[in-house]
């Protein structure tokens, strides 16, 4: 079965505890992303990566780090988490080129306190 | 500022109402807009756009795009309780920087039906 998973699906943590949000495909995507989602703000990209080892910038990158070192897994770290980091976070997936249909992950609601 | 833009924000009807969802876009190199469903979970696609007045239909939702008016519609008849939902709409363009294809999801709107 064609799945994106996440783990941990929930987490509350305290500010500056280094964490980690992997993701992993099984459909050989080239194209995945990383989204939060908050109120009244809808769902704005971090990072995104093309294939393995291509790694941008989306639109709300400060505070995150990714890597993509393999084809089917991208992990969201962040190194010192804030509260302004309480999100809901999305992976999300596609085969890249014009073919645009995301593939989104469970999510992970991410508290920081 | 938003590149993506859908109206309204919320919306409430009661079940056998007919609805239309609004998103408008500003983009260059624009390549598709797609609609997303969401409800407590993640987001589930619903329709891809990529050529002007070519209606996609599922059921009883219906989509348009419109791309002299940057546009498109979603239309949902004889709605039910479980087309509540936050209902996306994104645009897919190439990102000149990165000669990619990016994309970015305008706020959604909240559709509640009451019964």
């Known amino acids: 079965e064609a799945q994106v998973t996440q783990n941990p699906r929930y987490l509350i943590t305290v500010t500056g505890k280094k964490l980690t949000v992997t993701c992993s495909q099984n459909?050989?995507?080239?194209?995945m992303s990383w989204y939060r989602q908050d109120p009244g703000l809808g769902l704005r990209q971090i990072y995104y990566?093309?294939?393995?080892?291509?790694?941008d910038k989306g639109d709300v990158p400060e505070g995150y780090k990714v890597s993509r070192k393999e084809k089917r897994n991208f992990p969201l770290i962040l190194e010192s988490p804030s509260p302004n980091q309480t999100s809901l976070y999305f992976c999300?997936?596609?085969?890249?080129?014009?073919?645009?249909?995301?593939?989104f992950g469970p999510g992970t609601r991410l508290t920081v306190l | 500022e938003d590149k993506v833009v859908q109206s309204p924000l919320s919306l409430v009807v009661h079940e056998g109402d007919t609805v239309t969802l609004n998103c408008s876009y500003e983009?260059?190199?624009?390549?598709?807009l797609l609609w997303y469903k969401q409800e407590k979970k993640a987001p589930t696609f619903l329709f891809m756009l990529?050529?002007?007045?070519i209606e996609k239909k599922s059921g009883r939702l219906s989509s348009i795009l419109d791309k002299k008016e940057l546009s498109s519609i979603l239309n949902i008849t004889a709605t039910q309780t479980g087309d509540s939902a936050i209902y996306l709409c994104?645009?897919?363009?190439?990102?000149?920087?990165?000669?990619?294809?990016?994309?970015?999801f305008g706020k959604g709107t909240k559709l509640s039906v009451i019964p």
């Open positions: 459909m050989n995507h080239e194209y």
């Open positions: 994104a645009v897919s363009y190439i990102y000149s920087g990165a000669g990619s294809y990016q994309l970015t």
């Open positions: 990529t050529s002007s007045g």
């Open positions: 983009v260059t190199n624009f390549r598709s």
């Open positions: 990566s093309m294939n393995v080892e291509v790694t």
């Open positions: 999300a997936t596609n085969r890249g080129g014009s073919y645009n249909e995301q593939f």
